[in-house]
């Protein structure tokens, strides 16, 4: 594996320690406002300096990090689920499952703008943390069920398949014994890929007004709180803060993706 | 001929779909609201009138849909068939007429509040897409011209930087530089040229960092051909190979791409104009629409947004199979 995957790696691991551990490494209280503190600058006591309102901006980025970590693992993991079973009975059954799901839930939902589709339901349906994580899965899965039914598609023809099959093996053993672990590298690489995703589409949608309420130290919100002028004016570091977050929390997914396909992938390698 | 001609109906035939598939979306998604629309917009201290003739005048006394489970004078719930006269066909047939309703605030036709914005978006999405191809191309070459030098993999950590920063963390940062630190920019609005450029530097960041890769990869691809060995064994300067041969063929699967984020652009715009006030269908959409609930307005925007969103996928595809004979064929 690359370097670049490894510092993705480490970098996760060191994210799921902060947010693991938030209580005990944020160094104030998240929501107490201090008027007589704001736009300080970082210093010994707010290290990452105050914001608009007072309140300390390390510890609101190290709580952050929970929310983010939080919708990223559960839409990964709901909408990864629901397209693997979806893609593989798809790929393996082929017949009209097939026709409806690669011929027209596909081509659908992938001729259409994702993030627009969760903003227009999580608009519909108001703002929330929930409703934000089901909107991201209803749009989600689709990728995963792509990926896995080209999968199945490819390995079903493979020799072992047809020896297990002759020799007896019934459908669901064959599905989830001998294709199912052949298949499933390329979700592993799409689900890395989509933590980066989701952790920027919740920020998006925070940033929007439509994720977590206000007072909540989502980074979209943190964001949206520090980009007026008064603040940009007075305390850049509340913008950067978050930023530098989001930004690196996406990258690190984005690095560990590209690395896992580099890696499970050799023919790769060579570009 | 005749595969041709099948390709262009199946092609033809999906699209009708998404595009029934997304009117349809669009429609129910109203119903999604929770509790009633009319008390969400005039409140809770509405009068029973006042609330009944927002009902009606928005039609939103009408069924729903063609079925509807509810309750019928006894109190039992039961499903209904509402046949011809319900919602989702009223939405249908407005839209075919050019009609999307009117605002629920304003009372202003949605058709007149989305023609008033959409130019701006485009705009936007455009120089967008200029600034990308400006930015990508020329770094995009050089990378691939000097694949595994210190340069090429700079410049891939930078491109692969490029797409992790999303538009709300580059939007603020560049106000600070361009318009607070440096004074030199303004702020947001839409009152100038000079408006525009943070704004399509916003957009374009992480587009252009996309088609950087492309670029490389696609150059990287062309550069083993045997016509770039027959160029140069002609006697023509790198320069020469590179810019008229090889970035001929090279950009051919960059169009695509381009075509595609055109797409990813629009809907994109949406946050990026929140961020400087670009006057544009995502403004609307966050500012009057969501924000106010105006659900008339989310809707509206959200249909034309998908809509113009597949059809520049659409025409990618077609322009797609005209720029490469090889797709043509197979």
Redesign the interface.
């Known amino acids: 594996m690359n370097r670049?995957a490894l510092f993705g790696l480490v970098f996760i691991a060191l994210l799921i320690v902060v947010a693991l551990f938030a209580p005990f490494i944020a160094t104030h209280d998240v929501g107490a406002t201090n008027l007589l503190a704001r736009y300080l600058p970082p210093s010994s006591e707010h290290w990452l300096g105050t914001d608009a309102t007072g309140r300390d901006i390390f510890s609101r980025v190290v709580y952050g990090a929970r929310i983010s970590l939080r919708v990223g693992i559960v839409v990964v993991a709901v909408s990864g689920l629901i397209g693997i079973v979806v893609g593989a009975l798809a790929g393996f059954y082929g017949g009209w499952v097939d026709r409806i799901v690669s011929g027209?839930v596909l081509?659908?939902f992938l001729?259409?703008?994702g993030?627009?589709?969760a903003?227009?339901?999580v608009?519909?349906?108001?703002a929330g943390l929930n409703k934000l994580i089901l909107a991201l899965c209803i749009i989600g899965w689709v990728g995963y069920a792509r990926v896995m039914r080209g999968q199945v598609l490819k390995v079903r023809e493979y020799d072992f398949v047809q020896a297990a099959r002759a020799l007896g093996a019934r459908d669901w053993r064959i599905l989830f014994s001998h294709i199912l672990p052949n298949a499933i590298q390329p979700i592993i690489v799409q689900a890395s890929l989509g933590m980066?995703g989701a952790v920027?589409a919740e920020?998006?949608l925070s940033?929007?007004?439509?994720g977590v309420p206000p007072p909540a130290p989502s980074w979209?919100v943190m964001?949206?709180e520090?980009?007026d002028?008064a603040t940009?004016?007075r305390a850049?570091h509340a913008?950067?803060a978050p930023?530098?977050a989001?930004?690196l929390t996406?990258?690190a997914f984005?690095?560990l993706g590209?690395g896992l396909r580099e890696y499970l992938d050799p023919r790769q390698r060579r570009? | 001929m005749k595969h041709k001609l099948l390709d262009i109906l199946r092609r033809l035939l999906?699209l009708l779909?998404?595009v029934w598939?997304?009117v349809s979306?669009?429609t129910l998604?109203?119903e999604?609201?929770?509790g009633d629309p009319a008390v969400a917009i005039l409140g809770e201290q509405a009068t029973p009138e006042a609330l009944e003739q927002f009902r009606e005048k928005h039609g939103l006394d009408r069924p729903a849909f063609f079925v509807t489970y509810s309750e019928d004078k006894s109190g039992e719930r039961r499903l209904r068939w509402n046949g011809a006269e319900n919602r989702y066909v009223d939405y249908w047939r407005g839209i075919l007429r050019g009609d999307m309703g009117r605002s629920f605030r304003t009372d202003r036709p949605v058709v007149d509040l989305i023609l008033s914005r959409y130019g701006a978006t485009i705009e936007l999405a455009l120089a967008a897409l200029l600034v990308a191809v400006a930015i990508a191309v020329p770094l995009g070459v050089m990378a691939g011209k000097n694949r595994g030098t210190l340069m090429d993999n700079s410049l891939s950590?930078i491109a692969?930087?490029g797409?992790?920063?999303?538009s709300?963390?580059v939007?603020?940062?560049l106000?600070?530089i361009f318009a607070?630190w440096l004074n030199l920019l303004p702020?947001s609005g839409r009152e100038g040229p000079s408006n525009l450029i943070l704004p399509a530097l916003t957009l374009g960041s992480a587009l252009s960092a996309l088609l950087t890769r492309m670029v490389r990869?696609s150059v990287?691809e062309e550069m083993g051909e045997d016509y770039v060995r027959t160029a140069r064994a002609k006697g023509l300067s790198e320069r020469k190979v590179v810019y008229k041969h090889v970035l001929k063929n090279g950009l051919i699967p960059v169009v695509t791409i381009l075509g595609l984020q055109l797409?990813?652009l629009?809907?994109?715009a949406?946050?990026t104009e929140?961020?400087f006030n670009w006057p544009g269908l995502g403004l609307l959409?966050?500012d009057d629409?969501?924000?106010k609930r105006d659900?008339r307005i989310?809707q509206g925007c959200?249909l034309v947004?998908?809509v113009t969103?597949?059809f520049a996928?659409t025409l990618t595809d077609i322009l797609y199979r005209k720029l490469d004979p090889r797709i043509r064929v197979s």
């Open positions: 670049l027209y081509n659908v001729a259409f703008p993030l627009l589709l903003i227009a339901m608009a519909f349906l108001g980066a920027l920020a998006s940033f929007l007004g439509l979209g964001l949206e520090a980009r002028l940009l004016q850049p913008m950067l930023g530098i989001i930004a996406v990258l984005n690095f590209d570009r | 999906i779909l998404v598939t997304v979306l669009v998604l109203i999604l609201v929770p950590v692969l930087i797409i992790s920063l999303p709300f963390v939007g603020p940062l106000i600070y607070v702020v990869s990287i797409g990813v629009l809907a994109g949406i946050i929140k961020i959409l966050v629409g969501i924000n659900y989310v959200v947004i998908s969103y597949i996928n």
